[in-house]
């Protein structure tokens, strides 16, 4: 039962709990969330005339400020309290005498339903899912802080199962050693040696071998000597690496140890065919910006494919092999192009030797629907014959099966889980953004919003994936576990209800090692400092100088400067409402010191509502042209409606750099934000939401700065402080532009994260291959949810696309 709650009813502070409580039920909601709570508690303290102080330390706010919810009943209220990251506990507490008592998660569930008005008992229970006895047997982290370092945690756990039971595992670690092969030519082991003891006697005698010859000297040179010992290509390049490559092993059959084995397992090369899962489509490599949904994933996506390729061939370079490793981008073709390649089969990754963009369209189940851009929440009925048709697409382009296959948001995650059943591959989950926690109450309201956005679906197969995938990646702690005062996004998925669908009283463990912390990086030959001036171009800097503060092409911009001196308050991202650029331009707008000192520069897509049939966009567009109108704005604000070559989105940050000004992202919730690093690294101080990503990101005050947007005059006053120091002390935008610089080298590179995406696909491999069977339940169960559950509604959906489409 909770302390804290128990606390306050014990202290003076009982009255004013029973006050607080008081208020709550003169609430017209009954459910309430963090920001209400908040609100009425702040509400209370000046009410009663209570002080500063205890608003902010007082036990009440404490215990207010870790409650995610207050659920108001007739004689009680259920409170779910959440005193550190990752645990909740859920109580009632009676209206009349404050007695507290603990609620199983499956009552809190059945509150919620009567709370929306869709509890019927007499109809029975509803579906339970619950997938926690599945991981009652695998190993489970035990510190909050220690989530998202699952492979650390794996790796001590496996080398200890090791010193347990070393006959076990030593035997699983030599069949595995046994498996690799390149092109039908055997690595590592060959039939010579056929037991693990022998492995031993052959080891001593090889590494004799090794030893004798000069470090630098080639493998090629006493590779058939080594073959004759039992030992193939894949240890080494030298004597020296090869040597070390064996020393490993040896060591870890003397004296299991973490560090080890994951350097022993980190080197053995069983990668070679990559398949990269981002399946709603409008893939590729110019103009991908144009439709909502799809940014930033593409963007990953290309840049992780790129360096991916990189690693490998460097990683197979160092383990002698000569390999073309290949890495595969699966994508829908879509017939109807609007002019970008969208409808070509095949397309080679630029900057690359083997990487390539497959398209594979979807059934032409109706034509009318899915020779088109198909929105990422009316996907799903096409997902499972997609991934059929692309598992024999990709076998053929392949040449077998691949070794390790990424899925990419809510739908490519889905088709991931189904290819890797199918094949036995590693599977890997990228989230990028989990819409539950997007849309608050999202699926206690599904049956309304389904018509819509078909959470029931989604929140569905994001289930089955994040429980079928082998590892998951996320860009931020917070995106597993969340922070001290918000829910992590996986968090959200742990227990809810979907009304008269079914209740989860256990989504995700995110406790369990599957997660990792994986951040990406920034594609450093278009993104880089501003201060570089070899690498830039002049005509291009040129241009787009005066793209930026004098072009006057109403097909593109909008909006004249009057004086274009003043620094730059810049921005760039689709105008999406959660992007939030109105909130910007709002801020900005009402601040006559802010207009005083800087101009607002805007890059977003689309001038013009008519160009787009996005309800948003248009939305965010009529909204921005309002605010222009009523702050008059004229002579202060430009406007760019322009779809940025990749190279011009590089330099763009760079000519705002020269001019000595900021970069702002003011998105209400950002899941990472990959235009952080991008300004970042390009020398540009920056602002970015504290709601998200940004916040692991930017180290407030030290590499750049975190901003609230829902308060607009204190994130315009921290500007134009910031603005004030830089007049004052000309010094001072130069140190805050090159911690950013720093901060992006040293933590958000490409190379940092594709070693650690491989070395974790090698561990993960290994240990999805000494514990399979243990794994079987849980897919046995997903897959029933897939056909049961899943399917009848992607089903549905697709009667409903055909009967739209008939309608028309
Ligand atoms: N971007 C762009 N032109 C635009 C808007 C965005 O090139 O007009 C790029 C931007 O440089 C970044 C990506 O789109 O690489 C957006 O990624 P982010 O993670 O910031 O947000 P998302 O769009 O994924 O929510
Ligand atoms: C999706 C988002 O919403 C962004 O915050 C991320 O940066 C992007 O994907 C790439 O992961």
Redesign the pocket.
């Known amino acids: 039962m909770s302390e804290l709650l128990q606390m306050v009813i014990d202290s003076d502070e009982r009255a004013d709990l029973r006050q607080f409580i008081g208020l709550l039920y003169q609430q017209e909601k009954r459910y309430l969330l963090r920001s209400d709570i908040l609100q009425i508690f702040s509400e209370y303290c000046a009410s009663v005339g209570k002080e500063a102080n205890f608003y902010n330390h007082s036990l009440l706010a404490r215990l207010i400020y870790f409650t995610q919810e207050f659920i108001v009943e007739n004689e009680s209220l259920c409170l779910v309290i959440r005193p550190v990251v990752a645990r909740q506990e859920v109580v009632r507490i009676n209206r009349e005498d404050l007695r507290v008592e603990p609620m199983t998660i499956q009552a809190y569930l059945d509150l919620c339903d009567q709370t929306a008005g869709r509890f019927r008992p007499q109809d029975g229970d509803v579906l339970e899912l619950d997938f926690q006895p599945f991981y009652d047997f695998s190993p489970s982290i035990r510190d909050p802080k220690n989530i998202g370092r699952g492979v650390q945690f794996l790796n001590r756990y496996l080398s200890s199962k090791l010193f347990q039971d070393p006959g076990q595992w030593l035997q699983t670690l030599f069949q595995f050693l046994r498996l690799h092969r390149y092109n039908g030519t055997q690595l590592l082991i060959n039939e010579r040696i056929q037991t693990q003891q022998q492995l031993s006697t052959q080891l001593k005698r090889v590494l004799a071998l090794v030893s004798s010859r000069r470090p630098d000297e080639p493998y090629a040179n006493f590779r058939f000597d080594m073959q004759s010992l039992g030992f193939e290509p894949g240890w080494g390049n030298t004597a020296a690496r090869v040597r070390e490559s064996l020393e490993l092993l040896d060591a870890l059959i003397d004296s299991p140890d973490h560090e080890i084995l994951e350097s022993l397992i980190s080197r053995i090369p069983m990668l070679f065919r990559v398949v990269l899962v981002s399946s709603h489509g409008w893939f590729g490599q110019e103009g991908v910006?144009g439709r909502p949904d799809t940014?930033?994933?593409v963007?990953y996506v290309l840049d992780q494919a790129r360096s991916l390729e990189k690693q490998l061939q460097e990683d197979h370079a160092l383990a002698g092999l000569e390999t073309t490793p290949k890495v595969i981008i699966l994508t829908r073709l879509i017939a109807n192009n609007d002019g970008t390649r969208s409808n070509q089969r095949l397309e080679k990754v630029y900057g690359t030797d083997n990487a390539w963009i497959l398209r594979v369209p979807f059934r032409e189940f109706n034509p009318s629907v899915t020779q088109n851009w198909i929105s990422r929440f009316e996907i799903w009925p096409y997902l499972e014959s997609f991934a059929l048709d692309s598992e024999r697409e990709l076998l053929a382009e392949l040449g077998g099966r691949p070794d390790l296959i990424v899925g990419n948001y809510s739908d490519g995650n889905l088709v991931a889980f189904l290819l890797a059943r199918r094949l036995k591959v590693t599977q890997c989950n990228i989230a990028?953004a989990l819409e539950k926690s997007k849309y608050a109450l999202s699926n206690l309201h599904w049956q309304e919003l389904d018509e819509q956005y078909h959470f029931s679906l989604q929140y569905t197969a994001d289930l089955i994936a994040m429980n079928a995938a082998n590892f998951i990646i996320s860009s931020t702690y917070q995106e597993i576990a969340g922070t001290p005062d918000s829910m992590g996004q996986y968090e959200s998925y742990r227990h809810f209800t979907m009304p008269e669908l079914y209740h989860v009283v256990s989504g995700i463990d995110l406790f369990n090692p599957k997660f990792n912390v994986v951040p990406p990086g920034v594609n450093e030959n278009i993104y880089f400092p501003y201060t570089r001036t070899e690498e830039r171009t002049p005509g291009d800097r040129e241009r787009l100088e005066q793209l930026l503060f004098s072009l006057e092409d109403s097909e593109q911009v909008f909006g004249h400067l009057a004086d274009p001196t003043k620094r730059p308050l810049f921005s760039?991202?689709?105008l999406d409402r959660i992007k939030n650029l109105t909130g910007l331009a709002e801020c900005f707008a009402k601040s006559p010191e802010l207009q005083e000192r800087a101009n607002l520069i805007l890059?977003?897509?689309k001038l013009r509502a008519e160009d787009s049939t996005d309800r948003e966009e248009i939305a965010e567009i009529n909204r921005l042209y309002e605010i222009v109108d009523r702050y008059q704005l004229a002579g202060k604000i430009r406007w760019l409606g322009v779809?940025?070559a990749k190279v011009d989105?590089g330099e763009i940050y760079r000519v705002v750099a020269d001019r000595q000004g900021i970069f702002v992202q003011p998105a209400l919730f950002e899941a990472?934000?990959?235009?952080i690093l991008?300004s970042m690294i390009s020398g540009l101080p920056t602002f970015a939401t504290r709601f998200g990503g940004p916040l692991e990101i930017i180290q407030d005050g030290v590499n750049g700065f975190l901003i609230n947007p829902n308060a607009q005059e204190e994130m315009a006053a921290s500007i134009v402080e910031f603005l004030s120091k830089c007049d004052a002390n000309p010094d001072y935008w130069q140190q805050i532009s090159s911690r950013g610089i720093q901060r992006v080298y040293s933590t958000y590179t490409w190379k940092i994260h594709t070693t650690r995406l491989l070395s974790l696909a090698r561990i993960y491999g290994f240990w999805n291959y000494g514990s399979q069977e243990n794994r079987e339940d849980l897919l046995r169960y997903i897959e029933m949810l897939f056909y049961l559950l899943y399917k009848p509604g992607a089903q549905k959906l697709l009667e409903r696309h055909a009967l739209q489409v008939a309608i028309e």
């Open positions: 910006l940014g930033g994933q963007v990028h760039m991202a689709r890059v977003a897509g779809r940025l989105s990472f934000g990959l235009t991008e």
